[in-house]
Nanobody, 119 residues
Framework: QVQLVASGGGLVQPGGSLRLSCAASGSIFSIYAMGWYRQAPGKQRELVAV???????NYADSVKDRFTISRDNAKNTVYLQMNSLKPEDTAAYYCNADVTTTLGVRTYWGQGTQVTVSS
């Protein structure tokens, strides 16, 4: 069994910063990609950023140059540093991870953490 626990959301003013964390725990053999998605009310869930175990990253165009994804492989944790936040960044943010266990490879999701950008 694998669990992903996300934290770090909150209310921030436009232009502010937040750092999200997501820690994976359980019977983990290895983790390939870890990522962050977000879903605003009435919209589909969308990719924000993803990082591989080797450190390769990919970002949505809307967050490039403002958000930075990183990970600590020893802690099975992924981070999302969000700077210059805009009201349109308001959403529930979800982490996920492609995890290898003794049962094979599967994608696991964490619970959402709410980010609200408002003055």
């Amino acid at each position: 069994q694998v669990q992903l626990v996300a934290s770090g959301g909150g209310l921030v003013q436009p232009g502010g910063s937040l750092r999200l964390s997501c820690a994976a725990s359980g019977s983990i053999f290895s983790i390939y990609a870890m990522g962050w998605y977000r879903q605003a009310p009435g919209k589909q869930r969308e990719l924000v950023a993803v990082i591989t175990s080797g450190g390769s990253t990919n970002y949505a165009d809307s967050v490039k140059d403002r958000f930075t994804i990183s990970r600590d492989n020893a802690k099975n944790t992924v981070y999302l540093q969000m700077n210059s936040l805009k009201p349109e960044d308001t959403a529930a943010y979800y982490c996920n991870a492609d995890v290898t266990t003794t049962l094979g490879v599967r994608t696991y999701w964490g619970q959402g953490t709410q980010v609200t950008v408002s003055s």
